[in-house]
T-cell receptor, first 113, second 116 residues
Framework: DVKVTQSSRYLVKRTGEKVFLECVQDMDHENMFWYRQDPGLGLRLIYF???????EKGDIPEGYSVSREKKERFSLILESASTNQTSMYLC????????????FGPGTRLTVT | TQLLEQSPQFLSIQEGENLTVYCNSS?????LQWYRQEPGEGPVLLVT?????EVKKLKRLTFQFGDARKDSSLHITAAQPGDTGLYLCAGIVSNAGGTSYGKLTFGQGTILTVHP
């Protein structure tokens, strides 16, 4: 059974803190993605990675960075958390070829106070 | 500008009713996927359509890809409370060149509530 796991389901952080969200997939997928999901705004792509150490900006990369040191792990970093980064964060992976079907983790609901 | 327009945004119906969700674009897609997301969980892939005019069935769910590959629909027959959730369409825009790296364009979603 394919699996994408995220390090936390719920997280509460203070403004200015550095926040790490981790995602691990066991499907040997080359592509990995980080989204945020907000009511009325749908899924918005923050960053994606198509290979180890490779990363590309998505639609809303400001205030975020990513790290992919191993194929199975993709980390999202909030350098200095702000209240407008309170959101649901979703990680996904997909194979390099074929239909690019994405497999999502359960999400991390982050609250920044 | 939203590349994939989903309608309706909200749908509240009684158990046993039929419904259709639409996903429209002015762009051509090489493939289109439908996902369902339950509250507090990540989206789960339901189906992928690839060929223009393709129809796929998953129990009471029927998915159709438009002939020109610019639109898709999801029809649910005899909806049940277990169908409640957020339905998302997503696709890969067909490009003459370049690599998409599997980057999907998502619609804004349809929140479906089926009342017992």
């Amino acid at each position: 059974d394919v699996k994408v796991t995220q390090s936390s389901r719920y997280l509460v952080k203070r403004t200015g803190e550095k926040v790490f969200l981790e995602c691990v997939q066991d499907m040997d997928h080359e592509n990995m993605f980080w989204y945020r999901q907000d009511p009325g705004l749908g899924l918005r792509l923050i960053y994606f990675s198509y290979d180890v150490k490779m990363k590309e900006k998505g639609d809303i990369p400001e205030g975020y960075s990513v790290s992919r040191e191993k194929k199975e792990r993709f980390s999202l970093i909030l350098e200095s958390a702000s209240t407008n980064q309170t959101s649901m964060y979703l990680c996904a992976s997909s194979p390099r070829d074929g239909l690019y079907e994405q497999y999502f983790g359960p999400g991390t609901r982050l609250t920044v106070t | 500008t939203q590349l994939l327009e989903q309608s309706p945004q909200f749908l509240s119906i009684q158990e046993g009713e039929n419904l259709t969700v639409y996903c429209n674009s002015s762009s051509v897609f090489s493939s289109l996927q439908w996902y369902r997301q339950e509250p507090g969980e990540g989206p789960v892939l339901l189906v992928t359509v690839v060929t223009g005019g393709e129809v796929k069935k998953l129990k009471r769910l029927t998915f159709q890809f438009g002939d020109a590959r610019k639109d898709s629909s999801l029809h649910i027959t005899a909806a049940q409370p277990g169908d409640t959730g957020l339905y998302l369409c997503a696709g890969i825009v067909s490009n003459a060149g370049g690599t998409s790296y599997g980057k999907l364009t998502f619609g804004q979603g349809t929140i479906l509530t089926v009342h017992p």
